[in-house]
């Protein structure tokens, strides 16, 4: 099939961006021709990175005035969109009547009613990154819907060498237990910053030898002031937070962040809802254990190898759906279990755990496990 992704250029350093990079060689492996229609990372003219032809976003978000033409332009057989597919709802008649398949986050209970909505307007076939939001999309009426879940490049993500000599690379301290957060701040909830670092403050005045690395963008557009939080929870000297440059001008490597990875003890993973929640397997492919909220994919991804903590449902209006907001005594009832495990033979255990769980979402074993029988199902449809 000539397939066409809709979705962030491959190059672009966000977990879409990630699994179209490894996604465009598994494609062309099984045989299929593949252009990438890049709303977000390209936008003027085409471009051409390596083997793969990247077309340009255009003047409105998300290439609602794109997506077609491009697809005609390329005589695309299959269009498969990797983002928030309810941000089509504008095109979303238009392209009924075409070979297509929605790979969606879904971080709520039940299935959002934009994403229902837009579905149900466009006929795309759903699949699912979780079986979580496989569950959700069937009990929603999507019989047809699919699961492929997102992949981890292995080569990039693998445990560190010796944890200590990391550190002493980064210049950062050999005896602090560290806890690490990763997550965009593009909004004042759905990562849970307020609440993880409010659980840190609680553990670290029962545990001065503790620090918090935080891998984000501190202060953005439509996110928190992290800078200020920090200050406000009384932790401002106790949190090490990533330079902003690299990470906004995207020239930041993989590698960076799987050394990152390998620096910690733990990562912290509590948000309200993940679609797939990338870091959480990334960190576990660097041996890192994780400590996540017991909802949406993060109860899959976590469960048997690190902790899931508590917490309430609150309601997302723009959705229409639950998620869970996470519960902070219950974060540090994690911290602890983390802290009292470190150095001992149960961690390095989990930590082989973590890496083992995380091969089975290799590139190449979602390609042959996942995509190649949905792909042969959806060109016979």
Same mark, same amino acid.
């Given at each position: 099939?000539?397939?066409?992704?809709?979705?962030?250029?491959?190059?672009?350093?966000?977990?879409?961006? /990630?699994?179209?990079?490894? !996604?465009? %060689?598994?494609?062309?492996?099984?045989? =299929?021709? #593949?252009?990438?229609?890049?709303? *977000?990372?390209?936008?003027?003219?085409?471009?051409?990175?390596?083997?793969?032809?990247?077309?340009?976003?255009?003047?409105?978000?998300?290439?609602?005035?794109?997506?077609? %033409?491009?697809?005609?332009?390329?005589?695309?057989?299959?269009?498969?969109?990797?983002?928030?597919?309810?941000?089509? &709802?504008?095109? /979303?008649?238009?392209?009924?009547?075409?070979?297509?398949?929605?790979?969606? %986050?879904?971080?709520?209970?039940?299935?959002?009613?934009?994403?229902?909505?837009?579905?149900?307007?466009?006929?795309?076939?759903?699949?699912?990154?979780?079986?979580?939001?496989?569950?959700?999309?069937?009990?929603?009426?999507?019989?047809?819907?699919?699961? #492929?879940?997102?992949?981890?490049?292995?080569?990039?993500?693998? $445990? $560190?060498?010796?944890?200590?000599?990391?550190?002493?690379? !980064?210049?950062?301290?050999?005896?602090?237990?560290?806890?690490?957060?990763?997550?965009?701040?593009?909004?004042?909830?759905?990562?849970?910053?307020?609440?993880?670092?409010? &659980?840190?403050?609680?553990? =670290?005045?029962? =545990?001065?030898?503790? !620090?918090?690395?935080? =891998?984000?963008?501190?202060?953005?557009?439509?996110?928190?002031?992290?800078?200020?939080?920090?200050?406000?929870?009384?932790?401002?000297?106790?949190?090490?937070?990533?330079?902003?440059?690299?990470?906004?001008?995207?020239?930041?490597?993989? *590698? #960076?962040?799987?050394?990152?990875?390998?620096?910690?003890?733990?990562?912290?993973?509590?948000?309200?809802?993940?679609?797939?929640?990338?870091?959480?397997?990334?960190?576990?492919?660097?041996?890192? %254990?994780?400590?996540?909220?017991?909802?949406?994919?993060?109860?899959?991804?976590?469960?048997?190898?690190?902790?899931?903590?508590?917490?309430?449902?609150?309601?997302?209006?723009?959705?229409? /759906?639950?998620?869970?907001?996470?519960? #902070?005594? /219950?974060?540090?009832?994690? *911290?602890?279990? &983390?802290?009292?495990?470190?150095?001992?033979?149960?961690?390095? @255990? @989990?930590?082989?755990?973590?890496?083992?769980?995380?091969?089975? *979402?290799?590139?190449?074993?979602?390609?042959?496990?996942?995509? &190649? $029988?949905?792909?042969?199902?959806?060109?016979?449809?």
């Amino acid at each position: 099939m000539r397939i066409m992704i809709h979705s962030n250029a491959p190059f672009v350093p966000s977990g879409y961006g /990630a699994q179209v990079r490894l !996604l465009l %060689p598994r494609l062309a492996e099984m045989g =299929h021709d #593949v252009v990438v229609s890049s709303f *977000y990372g390209v936008s003027g003219s085409p471009i051409n990175w390596k083997d793969w032809l990247i077309l340009p976003a255009g003047q409105n978000d998300f290439g609602v005035d794109t997506i077609i %033409p491009h697809a005609d332009t390329y005589g695309a057989d299959l269009i498969l969109t990797l983002m928030d597919f309810w941000q089509l &709802a504008r095109v /979303a008649p238009s392209l009924r009547g075409r070979r297509l398949a929605a790979w969606l %986050p879904n971080d709520c209970s039940p299935l959002g009613q934009p994403d229902r909505q837009v579905l149900e307007a466009s006929g795309a076939v759903p699949i699912a990154m979780s079986t979580f939001g496989l569950g959700n999309m069937r009990e929603a009426g999507f019989e047809q819907a699919m699961y #492929v879940p997102h992949a981890v490049d292995l080569e990039v993500f693998r $445990p $560190p060498a010796d944890r200590i000599e990391m550190r002493e690379s !980064l210049n950062l301290p050999t005896d602090k237990f560290i806890i690490g957060i990763c997550a965009a701040n593009r909004d004042g909830l759905r990562k849970g910053f307020p609440e993880q670092f409010k &659980a840190f403050a609680r553990f =670290h005045r029962a =545990h001065p030898d503790s !620090l918090l690395m935080v =891998h984000s963008v501190a202060q953005s557009r439509g996110g928190l002031d992290l800078f200020e939080l920090a200050g406000d929870m009384g932790i401002a000297d106790q949190v090490i937070i990533s330079e902003p440059y690299a990470q906004i001008t995207g020239i930041m490597e993989p *590698y #960076v962040i799987a050394d990152w990875y390998g620096c910690l003890d733990v990562l912290s993973s509590c948000s309200y809802g993940e679609g797939f929640g990338l870091p959480v397997l990334e960190a576990q492919a660097c041996g890192t %254990p994780v400590i996540a909220t017991d909802c949406s994919a993060m109860s899959e991804l976590v469960a048997g190898t690190g902790w899931l903590v508590r917490g309430q449902p609150f309601w997302n209006p723009t959705h229409r /759906a639950w998620w869970k907001r996470p519960d #902070v005594d /219950a974060i540090v009832k994690a *911290y602890e279990k &983390a802290y009292a495990e470190r150095g001992t033979a149960r961690s390095k @255990r @989990r930590q082989g755990q973590c890496v083992e769980f995380a091969a089975g *979402y290799s590139s190449p074993a979602v390609a042959a496990e996942f995509w &190649a $029988p949905a792909l042969k199902t959806l060109e016979e449809m």
